[in-house]
């Protein structure tokens, strides 16, 4: 079974920065970020696939950078400017083929790593 691990989460002061990895234990033409808050929806943050085709919500674009390395297959998130509303469960997801929004879609999911942004 492919494995994806996170790390990097913390506590952070707005305005300040974290870096999220992601370690799969192969390589998935796509990789994805997604944050879920306390009883809503795991909403996706970013992703990058094997082409450096980029997606980034709305909220954290100019913020925000995904990026990838298929040699060590792992992806990273770069979080620049953190705002309290950055803060969240975040995880790693994976599939086949292009991204796409709809979590169901990602076969493959890491366990996730805590962001608490503080204002």
């Known amino acids: 079974q492919v494995q994806l691990v996170e790390s990097g989460g913390g506590s952070v002061q707005a305005g300040g920065s974290l870096r999220l990895a992601c370690a799969a234990s192969?390589?998935?033409?796509?990789m994805g970020w997604f944050r879920q808050e306390p009883g809503k929806e795991r909403e996706r943050v970013a992703s990058?696939?094997?082409?450096?085709?980029?997606y980034y919500a709305a909220t954290v674009q100019g913020r925000f950078i995904v990026s990838r390395d298929d040699e060590q297959h792992t992806s990273t998130l770069q979080m620049l400017s953190v705002r309290p509303e950055d803060s969240g469960m975040y995880f790693c997801?994976?599939?086949?083929?292009?991204?796409?929004?709809?979590?169901?879609?990602?076969?493959?999911w890491g366990q996730g790593t805590q962001v608490s942004v503080s204002a």
């Open positions: 990058i696939d094997s082409d450096d085709k980029i």
């Open positions: 997801a994976a599939k086949n083929w292009y991204c796409q929004e709809a979590t169901w879609q990602y076969p493959d």
């Open positions: 192969r390589l998935w033409t796509c």
